[in-house]
């Protein structure tokens, strides 16, 4: 930890937060049954920021001074279209950054630089299905969820970065099998629930976080170079729950 860090000057952290929106209800119109739509818009301002980056290059822990904004719009919908069907879909549109950052304690500060990790716009949609048979209950789901591009945070500066890493689409598709066909042989037994699933449905390659190094973790020729964790490849699950 960088030992010329004033523990007792750093401030709480100010948050001044405001929020509009509305909700809408519609329960029956055309194609529409108990369809929902909520949109909010919300703006938050932060001051007194004390974030912590760890420069590997020399072992050091060292905090940034920061002010920032995050603001932006959320948007849910819901449909039931009948008993068997459920649709959903959010959208978030979001705009964060610093109004100003001082690097590791000092230096020069920048004003306007876009908050690291967090991406302007997400995504995700998805639709329900269920269906009752001789005491079994399917309920099929997909969902497709989606991040767009966001921006780096560099390792040697101790700072947000004008890179970007591209976004990324991931797709999971799951069934669920609810019964209580067992319950006259189990005691106090409600009922059983097979679960299994594909997550990654497409094999989607995708890296959720990147960063730029200061040259630590592979030696000092790496430094100015972006490491990455990539995503999980497609993956399958299988789980069995009781409730008594």
Same mark, same amino acid.
């Given at each position: 930890?960088?030992?010329?860090?004033?523990?007792?000057?750093?401030?709480?952290?100010?948050?001044?937060?405001?929020?509009?929106?509305?909700?809408?209800?519609?329960?029956?119109?055309?194609?529409?049954?108990?369809?929902?739509?909520?949109?909010?818009?919300?703006?938050?301002?932060?001051?007194?920021? $004390?974030?912590?980056?760890?420069?590997?290059?020399?072992?050091? $822990?060292?905090?940034?001074?920061?002010?920032?904004?995050?603001?932006?719009?959320?948007?849910?919908?819901?449909?039931?279209?009948?008993?068997?069907?459920?649709?959903?879909?959010?959208?978030?549109?979001?705009?964060?950054?610093?109004?100003?950052?001082?690097?590791?304690?000092?230096?020069?500060?920048?004003? !306007?630089?876009?908050?690291?990790?967090?991406?302007?716009?997400?995504?995700?949609? !998805?639709?329900?299905?269920?269906?009752?048979?001789?005491?079994?209950?399917?309920?099929?789901?997909?969902?497709?969820?989606?991040?767009?591009?966001?921006?780096?945070?560099?390792?040697?500066?101790?700072?947000?970065?004008?890179?970007?890493?591209?976004?990324?689409?991931?797709?999971?598709?799951?069934? !669920?099998?609810?019964?209580?066909?067992?319950?006259?042989?189990?005691?106090?037994?409600?009922?059983?629930?097979?679960?299994?699933?594909?997550?990654?449905?497409?094999?989607?390659?995708?890296?959720?976080?990147?960063?730029?190094?200061? !040259?630590?973790?592979?030696?000092?020729?790496?430094?100015?170079?972006?490491?990455?964790?990539?995503?999980?490849?497609?993956?399958?699950?299988?789980?069995?729950?009781?409730?008594?």
């Amino acid at each position: 930890m960088d030992g010329n860090i004033d523990l007792n000057s750093l401030k709480p952290v100010k948050s001044t937060d405001y929020e509009v929106g509305a909700k809408f209800l519609v329960h029956n119109w055309m194609l529409l049954h108990n369809f929902t739509f909520n949109v909010n818009y919300y703006h938050d301002s932060l001051a007194n920021e $004390t974030i912590a980056t760890f420069l590997s290059n020399i072992s050091q $822990t060292k905090f940034a001074a920061a002010d920032a904004v995050v603001n932006g719009v959320n948007i849910a919908m819901a449909d039931n279209p009948s008993w068997n069907w459920h649709l959903f879909a959010n959208l978030a549109l979001n705009h964060s950054y610093y109004t100003s950052y001082t690097p590791q304690g000092g230096g020069t500060t920048l004003y !306007g630089a876009n908050v690291s990790y967090s991406p302007y716009l997400t995504m995700s949609a !998805g639709i329900d299905y269920r269906y009752y048979y001789h005491g079994f209950l399917f309920s099929p789901q997909f969902v497709d969820q989606y991040t767009s591009s966001e921006y780096l945070f560099n390792n040697g500066t101790g700072a947000p970065s004008h890179q970007k890493q591209p976004g990324y689409n991931v797709s999971n598709l799951s069934l !669920g099998i609810k019964t209580t066909r067992l319950n006259p042989y189990i005691p106090t037994l409600k009922d059983v629930k097979l679960s299994v699933g594909i997550y990654n449905l497409f094999d989607a390659r995708y890296n959720p976080i990147e960063y730029i190094t200061s !040259g630590g973790y592979f030696g000092g020729n790496s430094a100015g170079a972006i490491l990455a964790d990539p995503g999980a490849p497609r993956q399958y699950f299988m789980t069995v729950s009781a409730k008594f």
